[in-house]
């Protein structure tokens, strides 16, 4: 099976600007989490979408947003961008939410805000 | 609300020694746990996981976990070294369901260097 991918794999933006990522899972996996990570902050959890519904958020602002797709495609959106939110987004892929099923994640997206 | 701790945020060893990456965490509920590892430029890969079965626990490249409710503790360790070990680890605490669902809560990762 081909594995999570995300793309693009690096962007540019400038503050103010909004971005959209996408993520890709493994074929059969209907949950897809979100993490951002940062040297500072390390890793934190986003959100999560099972079967195209949010089921779990974490402590973000209302600018970061997500969707899954009947397919189970995910897409996560940041508005008006901030110097912060530089950093690597990576989401990972699961068969259900489960905590006993491991996450699969993807290479990342390298967000850098100019 | 459940978290992680790692011990040393950066570990050197020789080639060929022991590696012992250290892993606390604290959890009101039975902890599933993971130990990811991450190389530069790339995602997580799973080393391996812990969900209440056998609390030794076996991994991919050799590495191994004991899972110690009592320590509340997960430390990864391998035998012996190799220069392509060198990397970020990551320990990580879920549960089942509710505010769990679909989140893993990382600790701050340690760096391990291996000397030739």
């Known amino acids: 099976k081909a594995g999570v991918t995300q793309t693009p794999r690096y962007l540019i933006k400038t503050r103010g600007q909004q971005v959209t990522l996408s993520c890709s899972p493994i074929?059969?996996?209907?949950?897809v989490s979100w993490y951002q990570q940062t040297p500072g902050q390390g890793l934190q959890f986003l959100f999560e979408?099972?079967?195209?519904?949010?089921?779990n958020k974490g402590n973000f602002p209302g600018r970061f947003s997500g969707r899954q797709f009947s397919n189970s495609r995910s897409e996560m959106n940041v508005s008006t961008l901030e110097l912060g939110d530089s950093a690597l987004y990576l989401c990972?892929?699961?068969?259900?939410?489960?905590?006993?099923?491991?996450?699969?994640f993807g290479p990342g997206t390298r967000l850098t805000v100019l | 609300a459940q978290s992680v701790t790692q011990l040393g945020s950066h570990v050197s060893v020789s080639e060929g020694a022991l590696v012992l990456l250290r892993c606390n965490y604290s959890?009101?509920?039975?902890?599933?746990l993971f130990w990811y590892v991450q190389y530069p430029n790339q995602g997580l890969q799973l080393l391996l996981k812990?969900?209440?079965?056998?609390?030794l626990v076996k991994g991919i490249n050799g590495f191994e976990a004991e899972f110690k409710k009592s320590e509340t503790s997960f430390h990864l360790t391998k035998p012996s070294a190799h220069m392509s070990d060198a990397a970020e680890y990551f320990c990580?605490?879920?549960?089942?369901?509710?505010?769990?669902?679909?989140?893993?809560?990382f600790g701050q990762g340690t760096i391990l260097t291996v000397h030739p």
């Open positions: 990972a892929s699961s068969e259900t939410s489960g905590g006993y099923n491991e996450q699969f």
């Open positions: 074929s059969g996996h209907r949950s």
């Open positions: 979408y099972f079967s195209e519904t949010q089921r």
């Open positions: 959890s009101s509920v039975p902890p599933y």
């Open positions: 812990y969900t209440s079965a056998a609390t």
């Open positions: 990580a605490v879920t549960s089942a369901g509710g505010t769990s669902y679909g989140k893993l809560t």
